[in-house]
């Protein structure tokens, strides 16, 4: 690329702006850097992305940002500038945080003991058991309801009751593992 890039430079009469060794050697240290955030933009443009991904490319940006001594200025000051824009561009919110404790192959990323996880999942069954709960029913659904037939020992089960059950599957999920 080295000599392409000189080239065409002289052919344009621009021999100015050819490109020196040691701005070279930057060059190659940048276009090595940057070359991460290609396979990350790779990643998350496949037809199947998900929000838990999120932190597992953030682990790895704090792991690519760690200044090293042999870092020429250009890529530090590059390195230090992505790591202060990470929590405005890659935001750790509450729906990423769940995707990523109900996603198996990334719920250790998170920095959170056993039981902030468990509150947190526990939490967000709450708020959606809670939101359906205040919802009104469409007029289908309140048809959908009628139509089944429910002697007394199958009524329906109450949303407190799904809640509870459903806490109840995630504490022992986590207890198991």
Request: aromatic residues 4%.
């Amino acid at each position: 690329m080295k000599k392409e890039v000189d080239n065409g430079l002289k052919l344009i009469g621009h021999f100015e702006q050819c490109l020196k060794g040691s701005e070279w050697a930057v060059v190659e240290e940048l276009s090595r850097f940057l070359s991460t955030f290609q396979d990350f933009t790779d990643l998350v443009s496949t037809s199947v992305t998900s929000l838990s991904l999120i932190q597992l490319i953030r682990k790895e940006i704090v792991d690519i940002c760690k200044a090293n001594p042999r870092d020429c200025d250009e890529v530090a000051a590059l390195k230090q500038a992505v790591q202060s824009s990470m929590d405005k561009q890659l935001p750790l919110n509450d729906s990423v945080i769940l995707a990523t404790l109900l996603d198996p192959s990334t719920k250790n990323l998170l920095n959170m003991g056993q039981g902030e996880k468990m509150d947190r999942l526990v939490a967000a069954v709450k708020d959606h058991v809670e939101s359906e709960a205040d919802r009104p029913s469409t007029s289908m659904e309140v048809e959908d309801s009628q139509a089944g037939s429910h002697d007394d020992d199958s009524k329906p089960i109450s949303k407190c009751c799904r809640s509870t059950a459903l806490t109840y599957q995630l504490k022992k999920q986590f207890v198991q593992k």
